[in-house]
């Protein structure tokens, strides 16, 4: 039997939406209006309603979101800004672009996210903020922190470039990722949960001059035309993005809903097959509702053959992350060294991202759920 299940295949999703689509962009290409205008509004306003009332500004990728957000809060050399060792490298070059310095801590064994407590024995006269990356799609319990940080004038800005659509409770509150910090990131790279047909992110913020002064940022820092306050990014989302980005916005919770029926699939099929031992599913954080950007369980013996073999069987498997962040060569002016963050590294030898996508069909769940067991089975 000749399988090929991907990662991701966003062809599937496509053939979803494609009447929905083609209209949209028919709309844009009528119109010829290309930069900014109707169609950026629209999908600005509509995610803001989607977040409850944070203003979204939509720029053009996540790495540029997170600088946005960063040199609107005037961030500077300097300044230190905390953040996971274990994330897209986006989550640190943009402190560095601006001068100032990355404090990493280690990772939660379970969630994968940055450690709190770790967080807070870091804080210094010098922290002006702390980057919370919801990795993978799994929240960061800022409530935690939330109060410690304000005493002290330490601003939270959430990577939820994973997590469009994640939330989490909290009493009897419903805190959306991207939405409860001061400063929100999203990316609408292609395979996000959220994604774009091209690059595109977002910043959101409930803070009326930050968000105002994101908006300046993104046009060379003009507030009025050719007048230029400050020195800003050209950085907009393209309004053929913004099309396709409305039409599946209308489509995600179902989307993120099915993904987690997957996750779900997954945990029971390990279980059914008693892999437990060998694989160790995602966990979910209690009050949170996971949207699993990427399945990424950990395999405790034998990652790399057991990537190699599902391979041969037509399966792909990613690994996210194979290198820590802060053992990037482009880092090395921060003196770390292998040992610093023993449980980040620990995972980038042991995490293996399996294929999940909403179509993915349970039929294909179970052959790969077979597939890791034939492996193990002739171990
Ligand atoms: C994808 C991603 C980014 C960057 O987004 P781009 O749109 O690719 O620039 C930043 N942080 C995290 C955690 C990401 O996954």
Redesign the pocket.
């Known amino acids: 039997m000749e399988r090929k299940i991907p990662t991701l295949d966003l062809k599937r999703n496509y053939t979803r939406i494609k009447e929905e689509i083609q209209v949209a962009l028919n709309e844009v290409l009528e119109s010829q209006y290309f930069i900014l205008g109707p169609s950026v509004k629209n999908f600005e306003d509509e995610v803001s309603s989607y977040l409850e009332g944070a203003q979204a500004i939509s720029c053009a990728?996540?790495?540029?979101?997170?600088y946005l957000a960063l040199m609107a809060l005037g961030i500077k050399e300097g300044d230190e800004v905390i953040t996971t060792p274990y994330?897209?490298f986006?989550?640190v070059s943009c402190i560095t672009r601006l001068g100032a310095k990355p404090v990493f801590v280690d990772i939660d064994p379970c969630t994968y996210n940055f450690d709190l407590d770790q967080v807070r024995e870091k804080l210094t006269p010098k922290t002006r903020a702390i980057i919370a990356?919801h990795?993978f799609g799994q929240m960061v319990p800022l409530e935690g922190i939330v109060e410690d940080l304000e005493e002290r004038g330490i601003v939270i800005v959430e990577?939820a470039?994973?997590a469009f659509g994640s939330w989490r409770k909290v009493s009897n509150d419903i805190k959306r990722a991207g939405a409860w910090g001061t400063m929100g990131?999203y990316?609408?790279?292609p395979t996000?949960n959220l994604g774009g047909y091209g690059?595109?992110?977002m910043v959101v913020s409930s803070n009326e001059a930050l968000a105002s002064r994101v908006k300046t940022l993104r046009v060379h820092g003009a507030g009025t035309t050719y007048i230029h306050e400050e020195v800003g990014l050209n950085s907009r989302l393209d309004a053929l993005q913004a099309a396709v980005l409305r039409v599946k916005l209308r489509h995600l919770d179902e989307w993120n809903e099915e993904r987690r029926l997957v996750a779900d699939r997954y945990k029971t099929l390990f279980a059914e097959y008693d892999l437990l031992d060998k694989i160790q599913p995602p966990y979910e954080l209690d009050g949170n509702y996971h949207i699993y950007?990427q399945y990424v369980p950990r395999v405790m013996q034998k990652r790399e053959e057991l990537s190699e073999y599902l391979a041969t069987k037509g399966i792909t498997t990613r690994v996210y992350y194979p290198l820590c962040l802060h053992l990037q060569q482009c880092f090395a002016f921060l003196n770390h060294k292998e040992g610093d963050f023993p449980v980040a590294e620990g995972l980038s030898r042991e995490s293996l991202a399996l294929p999940i996508f909403p179509e993915l069909t349970e039929d294909e769940q179970v052959y790969i759920a077979s597939a890791i067991r034939d492996f193990f089975r002739q171990k």
């Not at 990728?61 to 997170?66: E, K, M, P, R, V």
């Open positions: 990728s996540g790495s540029d979101a997170l994330s897209f986006a989550t990356v990795l990577d470039a994973q990131c990316s609408f790279f996000k690059d595109g992110g950007h």
